[in-house]
């Protein structure tokens, strides 16, 4: 527990009931919570968990899935990809086909995102933290563990709450909430949030807007709960929302690379401009600017998110039967999503490119003159995703020393993804030439790149887990679960180059360069695990198409055992099988678009203590066999294309230590400690080539084996797993003192982060360096909790918190050098926050 003077009991009280302790009470707040499918003091489940209330976050200023992820031991989380890691597994790709390795679950209902339990504490209730497989009763995908996030719900008693935040860079927010009876058995809660930052973390110093954390937000929810009987209970929410946003975290440090086509392109570079004559540049500085201010950056073109079409529903139905409970919940949502990602970051509009003395162009083409160069480009992705699940558990509800849960499983998702490379200015590319020198398809965009696929996900499981009291102390646990995936779809694509081929380059040909369209010579035409049809090119849209589709199955589980040494301390140990299905990293057509199924033997010791109400003390260690960690790799094409293709590792270990305490010292003073330690190595990874590193000769590399294609292929045996710090700090105090009109606190947090790797090739570039943190709030809670004021400043130094590392090959450098990139945590922020409670 990160806060602990705020956690309260979160059975259905109204929400001035589950206000934080600010007037200095007595004792640490007892925390209920739902991990094991049944409401269960947090100190009574065996299992590594951490838990936050709506009022924890908000005090502690908690916002943001950074900062669960700041206090809570072992888990990591990467803004810039959206993808958590939970002692050092995750995700590795958002490649359509392939799945996260943390579940994450909002009311019960799994989502393959993070916005949902990423959400303001105004809507959500309780965040819970399962570390550690969870392969019986959070069963897809939850090799690593499973958040879980849980609404706020309506309300018996009327209830009316206002928000309203103000902060620096523009920013403002305003939520609201109204719940009550509407009649007898029925309560409702209607919600909604709108927030607008009108100025970005980054600055553009080739004149267009300021990015990051820019733009609006929109939400509207309706819950409605009943009472059916006496012993049933049913509730559903209704929600929908939209997104207006600038979003960027990564930016460019080190220098450019001034080659005519830097390493991976197929189109003329945009910083080998600043070398030719007559080049029109928004930004005619040649360096990054953030080798100088690591906030400001350079391009042409705007960074933005749009989702549109988003809503969905949510519900369950409960019914209480004498010897167990009947819970029967799904949902569905619908949402698209439109990204567009700058892949130029120079201010270059346009240049000529050069055209060698005594060339075709020169001598023998009538009316040639130099290619005029457009490099701004970028990359279009869009995303359209449904989903849906389903989920039948029978609970047992009597109080004999047998207890059990069982229940069935259904997910079904469609995610059609578009991901559309193009350079909109070059109109060379929007009218390609065929390999054979005839005219080729149109490419109306003017992608030099286009992947897509659509795939349809099916799962199904069966889950069951007993428990038995063998004695008033010793208690065990068993668990068993089935699950069977499958994923079908279509993936294509088309490649489109200009001037890449030496034979027609724009030094020989100038404005007579034609874009060739090499998607012929790219793609595989051999059969390989998981296609299911043979590649066909449209000959109306030059697009190459495949089918994909396989299925995975696979039996995980848990036995347990706990010991309750007093009434105050539990002891246990812990073994679990975990899996996620293997999949696909659809839209290259490549020659090994499939990867296996991963899975993992965890082991798990726990010691859990609470002494009075004034200390809180978790201790938890685990070891872990990873097998078939599935990791996307770079591979080069003879075009000089790099794509990405999918491998399996062999195999993987880890342990660690997490430790977590709250302590009460005196009634005004509450104080957490939070420390994690994880240690990883790659036991078996060998051999794949390194795309920022070919030939390995950075510091570092490992050659293993012959060369192949002008490549080194290198062994990641001994590296460390990507995103995984192997130490993480997390401390918090708030003081309060108590006034006849109302509490004043004072709360600070200070995180502290190791240095962590984004990539298996454990290089300088692909490292992220240690940082820290200190957060300040200083809360105002007027007598009876009615209202509360709030200044806060998070990130009180300014310090530059890392979320990424990216390394860019220099193909202008003799010396191989590689550029370095990071995705960034916010600067400084401090605003104002008020919110008003009507009853």
């Known amino acids: 527990m990160a806060i602990p003077a705020a956690a309260q009991a979160q059975d259905a009280k109204p929400a001035a009931d589950q206000s934080a302790t600010t007037d200095g009470a007595s004792g640490l707040a007892e925390i209920v919570v739902t991990a094991e499918k049944r409401s269960v003091n947090l100190q009574d489940v065996p299992l590594a968990i951490s838990a936050y209330t709506a009022d924890a976050r908000q005090l502690a200023g908690i916002t943001t899935l950074q900062d669960v992820a700041n206090f809570t031991p072992g888990l990591s989380y990467s803004a810039s990809n959206d993808r958590v890691f939970i002692r050092g597994i995750g995700r590795q790709t958002n490649t359509n086909g392939s799945d996260p390795g943390v579940s994450t679950y909002t009311d019960g209902i799994y989502d393959a995102s993070t916005s949902s339990i990423a959400a303001s ?81 980054f600055k553009n110093d080739a004149g267009g807007i300021s990015e990051g954390g820019r733009g609006k937000r929109r939400y509207l929810e309706l819950q409605l709960e009943a009472d059916l009987g006496p012993d049933v209970t049913a509730w559903v929410k209704l929600f929908t929302g939209r997104t207006d946003l600038n979003p960027r975290n990564l930016n460019r440090i080190d220098g450019y690379d001034f080659a005519p086509y830097p390493t991976g392109s197929i189109t003329p570079g945009s910083a080998f401009g600043y070398l030719v004559p007559g080049v029109v540049a928004l930004n005619p500085n040649p360096q990054p600017p953030g080798a100088t201010d690591i906030r400001h950056f350079s391009t042409v073109t ?36 439109e990204n567009s990602y700058a892949l130029d970051d120079t201010g270059v509009v346009s240049y000529p490119f050069p055209v060698t003395p005594g060339s075709l162009c020169d001598l023998f083409l009538p009316g040639c003159t130099a290619l005029t160069v457009y490099p701004a480009s970028q990359l279009n992705l869009r995303n359209k995703k449904s989903f849906g699940s389903g989920e039948l558990n029978l609970t047992s509800n009597t109080g004999g020393p047998f207890q059990w849960v069982a229940g069935v499983y259904y997910y079904q998702e469609t995610l059609s993804q578009e991901s559309h490379f193009n350079a909109p200015d070059q109109l060379q590319l929007r009218a390609p030439t065929a390999l054979t020198g005839l005219p080729a398809p149109l490419n109306p965009l003017g992608d030099f790149v286009y992947a897509a696929s659509t795939l349809t996900t099916k799962s199904i499981a069966a889950f069951g887990q007993v428990d038995y009291q063998i004695s008033d102390t010793l208690r065990i646990t068993g668990g068993l679960r089935y699950t069977h995936d499958k994923k ?64 995975w199955d696979a039996v995980t589980g848990t036995v347990a055992v706990e010991w309750q040494l007093t009434q105050d301390q539990l002891a246990f140990l812990r073994y679990s099988r975990g899996y996620k299905s293997g999949g696909f990293n659809a839209g290259g057509i490549s020659a090994l678009p499939q990867t296996g199924a991963e899975h993992i033997d965890a082991f ?57 305490l709250a302590w009460q010292p005196a009634n005004p003073l509450h104080l957490s400690f939070n420390y994690g330690f994880g240690h990883s190595r790659i036991d078996d990874g060998c051999c794949f080539v390194d795309g920022q590193d070919p030939l390995a000769v950075q510091p570092g590399a490992q050659p293993s084996g012959p060369a192949a294609n002008g490549q080194q292929p290198q062994s990641v045996v001994g590296a460390r797993l990507s995103d995984t710090p192997r130490h993480k700090v997390a401390l918090n105090a708030m003081y309060s003192i108590a006034f006849e009109p109302g509490t004043f606190s004072l709360s600070g947090n200070y995180a502290w982060r190791s240095s962590a790797y984004s990539n298996i090739f454990n290089r300088a570039y692909n490292r992220m360096p240690s940082w820290d943190q200190v957060d300040l709030r200083a809360i105002w809670s007027g007598r009876d909790d009615r209202y509360r004021v709030i200044a806060y400043v998070k990130n009180l130094f300014n310090s530059t918190g890392y979320d990424s590392a990216l390394g860019n090959l220099l193909a202008s450098s003799p010396t191989l050098a590689v550029a370095q990139s990071y995705s960034l945590t916010p600067p400084r922020t401090y605003g104002l926050q008020l919110e008003y409670r009507f009853r």
Not at 489 to 505: K, W, Y
Not at 517 to 541: C, F, K, M, R
Request: hydrophobic share 35%; with cysteine; glycine share 14%.
């Open 302 to 337: 705007t960074q933005r998110e749009r989702m549109r079409d988003n809503f969905g529903v949510t519900g369950d139905i409960k019914w209480t039967l004498p010897a167990f409970d009947v819970h029967l919940l799904g949902g569905y949502q619908h949402y698209r999503i």
């Open 604 to 660: 798990e010791a726990g010691y859990k203590q609470t002494v009075g109400k004034r200390l809180r003390f978790n201790l938890a260690g685990f070891y872990y066999d990873y097998q078939g960690l599935q990791v996307p790799l770079t591979v080069s094409q003879p075009g000089g294309a790099q794509l990405t293709q999918f491998f399996n590792l062999a195999s993987s270990k880890s342990y660690g230590v997490e430790v977590e």
């Open 488 to 551: 079908s779809g279509t993936e294509a694509f088309r490649i489109i180059c200009l001037g890449c081929d030496p034979s027609v380059s724009p030094d020989q040909l100038g404005s007579y360069t034609p874009a060739l369209d090499l998607t012929p010579t790219q793609i595989s035409y051999l059969p390989a695990p998981g296609v299911t049809s043979p590649v066909t090119i449209d000959p109306a849209t030059g697009i190459a198409r495949r089918g994909l589709a396989n299925s």
């Open 121 to 201: 504490d105004f809507f959500i209730d309780r965040i819970e933290v399962l570390r550690g497989p969870q392969g019986t009763l959070y069963g897809r995908n939850s090799i690593g563990g499973a958040i879980n996030a849980i609404s706020r719900r309506p309300t018996e008693a009327f209830a009316a709450d206002l928000r309203g935040t103000v902060g620096n860079y523009g920013l403002y927010t305003l939520e609201g909430a109204v719940s009550g009876a509407l009649t007898g058995g029925l309560r409702a809660r209607l919600a909604g949030a709108f927030s607008d930052q009108n100025r970005g973390y």
